[in-house]
């Protein structure tokens, strides 16, 4: 089956950039099936989509995050990136991967997250 | 896009069955069949639980159960159980400029 994992700095420090490898094992990150999304969430808060990226290399952002963010995708390596510019302490966040279904709009599975803490 | 309005809490004893309401508006949930429902526990990722407003995963209890009318879907946790709490978050498909939404999350405690 397919498992995800997120793999990344657990400190970022204010201004700087935020990035995450998410790997993908158990199959193939290629499949057209599939869009391969970065989700977050605040400590003691809700879901927030980020974006994500086709194997072929298009994204969609939220257009919330869209000025900041870049997903981008080794196909090679079987893995997808996610960088965050210009963090602030409100991008301090358990930072997930996850497949996302194209036709059905589902995100499953997910990696583990990750914390990261933007701090000086 | 703002998120999805969901109840902060809803509360039950063991064997009730709740629901959690999903509110949106004609630009997500009113106008796609495609709401999901994910559970997730402390220190857990979450976990898909409904898809398409109504579909379950295979592997989950058919005592989780989706609905939707108009722009406020559902989710209906049957014969609660103690495994059952947990934050609950639905999730609509928003339109080709957002795509996709989430909802507030709502907190479930057996009692």
């Known amino acids: 089956q397919v498992q995800l994992q997120e793999s990344g700095p657990g400190l970022v420090k204010p201004s700087q950039t935020l990035s995450l490898t998410c790997t993908v094992s158990?199959?193939?990150?290629?499949?057209?099936?599939?869009?391969w999304s970065w989700i977050r969430q605040p400590p003691g808060k809700g879901l927030e989509w980020i974006g994500y990226?086709?194997?072929?290399?298009?994204?969609y952002y939220n257009p919330s995050l869209k000025s900041r963010v870049t997903i981008s995708v080794d196909t090679s390596k079987n893995q997808f990136s996610l960088k965050l510019s210009s963090v602030t302490a409100a991008d301090t966040a358990v930072y997930y991967c996850a497949r996302d279904w194209r036709t059905t709009v589902v995100f499953d599975p997910w990696g583990q997250g990750t914390l990261v803490t933007v701090s000086s | 896009q703002s998120a999805l309005t969901q109840p902060a809490s809803v509360s039950g004893s063991p064997g009730q069955s709740i629901t959690i309401s999903c509110t949106g508006t004609s630009s997500d949930v009113g106008s796609y069949n495609l709401v999901s429902w994910y559970q997730q526990h402390p220190g857990k990722a979450p976990k898909l639980m409904i898809y398409e407003v109504s579909k379950r995963p295979s592997g989950v209890s058919n005592r989780f159960s989706g609905s939707k009318s108009g722009n406020t879907a559902s989710l209906t946790i049957s014969g609660l159980q103690a495994e059952d709490e947990a934050d609950y978050y639905c999730?609509?498909?928003?339109?080709?400029?957002?795509?996709?939404?989430f909802g507030t999350g709502t907190k479930v405690t057996v009692l």
């Open positions: 990226i086709y194997y072929s290399g298009s994204t």
């Open positions: 158990g199959g193939s990150i290629s499949s057209g099936d599939y869009y």
């Open positions: 999730c609509s498909y928003a339109g080709s400029s957002t795509l996709r939404v």
